[in-house]
């Protein structure tokens, strides 16, 4: 037989046998259904489909939070604004010796050292704290006792030292985010009530019964006036 010539590293095969590193037919359709994409392309695509509508439904939900939080802030802010704004500008000091008087005397018996100040509205029905920055208690133009006056300076000044004007406005900046939760609407309002409970029950807690009796006359006698400014107030007809 002829001899087989070879080059310099190169080794031949022995007679009749496979050369190394060759591929037949069989192992190259084995290697082709092992690495086929089908079955995998198939879950991947299943998993991506349910990704992306997951990812859609987060992302359109987001949007309107925010978009609602937004604008529910947004005029929130400018109502108020524009409320306290029309409540000063109608407004005017009180400089009733009289009153100021009682007032003073409220105010060191709470120890209040800076209390708010003290106007007169013309527009008001009912007497109201008022002012998260600026705050003032403003009385209307009705004639009160020095009596009645001691019970609304107590009711008010009340709130203003328990700074309940800042409870409300982090009741109302919740009630904002979660705008969409009508939980957070009936839970504010019963807040809202409880403050005002526990704001009267602190001012009779050194009543007699004659005067427990006439702060709730007072409290009766204003109770279906409506003062006219936002929500973050405390007005004494609550």
Request: net charge positive.
């Amino acid at each position: 037989p002829r001899e087989q010539e070879s080059l310099p590293g190169e080794t031949l095969p022995e007679e009749g046998g496979k050369p190394e590193n060759s591929i037949t037919a069989a192992d190259g359709e084995a290697a082709i259904k092992a690495s086929s994409p089908v079955p995998v392309m198939r879950v991947a695509g299943g998993e991506a489909g349910g990704n992306f509508i997951g990812y859609y439904l987060v992302d359109a939900f987001s949007k309107i939070w925010i978009v609602g939080m937004v604008l529910i802030g947004l005029v929130r802010i400018l109502h108020y604004h524009l409320a306290m704004k029309s409540l000063r500008r109608w407004s005017c000091p009180v400089d009733e010796e009289k009153t100021l008087m009682i007032y003073r005397r409220i105010c060191r018996k709470l120890q209040i050292r800076r209390p708010p100040k003290l106007w007169m509205g013309t527009r008001l029905s009912t007497p109201v704290l008022a002012g998260i920055k600026r705050t003032g208690l403003y009385l209307t133009q009705q004639e009160y006792s020095r009596e009645e006056l001691r019970f609304i300076f107590s009711h008010e000044l009340t709130h203003f030292r328990r700074r309940d004007l800042w409870y409300k406005m982090f009741l109302m900046a919740v009630n904002t985010i979660y705008w969409f939760n009508p939980v957070l609407y009936w839970m504010r309002r019963e807040a809202d009530r409880t403050v005002e409970n526990l704001c009267d029950g602190w001012v009779v807690k050194d009543y007699s019964a004659g005067e427990r009796i006439r702060y709730g006359k007072l409290l009766l006698k204003t109770a279906s006036f409506q003062s006219g400014v936002p929500y973050m107030t405390t007005g004494f007809n609550n």
